[in-house]
T-cell receptor
């Protein structure tokens, strides 16, 4: 089955612009999470969506927003871009939101990411 | 605050064994994941531990001690393709994943 698809893979923007990134989860996966990855910082959690509802949000400013559609596809938007927003943005899908336990339902499958460069 | 500590970088020799440690201080614990990430690629799932002890999966094993807030990933018979970053992540009391910064493993011939 197809994996998690993220578009675009690479993009270059200038400060002050805005950007929209897209994520198509694995078929049947209803939970989508977004992460920002920068060298030495690890994965920083942005938000998690399930059934079109935001379940959790990380400690990012309001310039970062997202949404999920009825087909579980998700988008994230960053407005008024800053140089520090340059990063790899990863989307991950799972069958269900994190529930703990060893059911495997909350194992994340990641997309290849969208690499954003802000000049 | 919540914190996950992993060594930044490790080097090992092809065919050898390496142990990558992860210590955590989190609000609650509902499991620990290890993911592998090759340069320029997506992280992929390696293992999940929620009970104390060792979980073996081929050349890879993962150990957990909840009382010590400690886990390790053991890689045996190292191959060049094992050169990657290894990410430790803990599920906290709110069922959110808290991620370590990752350990970059370099394998030398």
């Amino acid at each position: 089955k197809a994996g998690v698809t993220q578009t675009p893979r690479y993009l270059i923007k200038t400060r002050g612009q805005q950007v929209t990134l897209s994520c198509s989860p694995i078929s049947g996966h209803r939970s989508v999470s977004w992460y920002q990855q920068t060298p030495g910082q690890g994965l920083q959690f942005l938000f998690e969506y399930f059934s079109e509802t935001q379940r959790n949000k990380g400690n990012f400013p309001g310039r970062f927003s997202g949404r999920q559609f009825s087909n579980s596809r998700s988008e994230m938007n960053v407005s008024t871009l800053e140089l520090g927003d340059s990063a790899l943005y990863l989307c991950a899908s799972s069958l269900a939101p994190g529930q703990g336990g060893n059911s495997g339902a909350n194992v994340l499958t990641f997309g290849a990411g969208s690499r954003l460069t802000v000049l | 605050g919540q914190n996950i500590d992993q060594p930044t970088e490790m080097t090992a020799t092809e065919g050898a064994i390496v142990q990558i440690n992860c210590t955590y201080q989190t609000s609650g614990f509902n499991g620990l994941f290890w993911y592998q990430q090759h340069a320029g690629e997506a992280p992929t799932f390696l293992s999940y531990n929620v009970l104390d002890g060792l979980e073996e999966k081929g050349r890879f094993s993962s150990f957990l001690s909840r009382s010590k807030g400690y886990s390790y990933l053991l890689l045996k018979e190292l191959q060049m393709k094992d050169s990657a970053s290894y990410l430790c992540a803990v599920v906290d009391s709110n069922y959110q994943l808290i991620w370590g910064a990752g350990t970059k493993l370099i394998i030398k011939p």
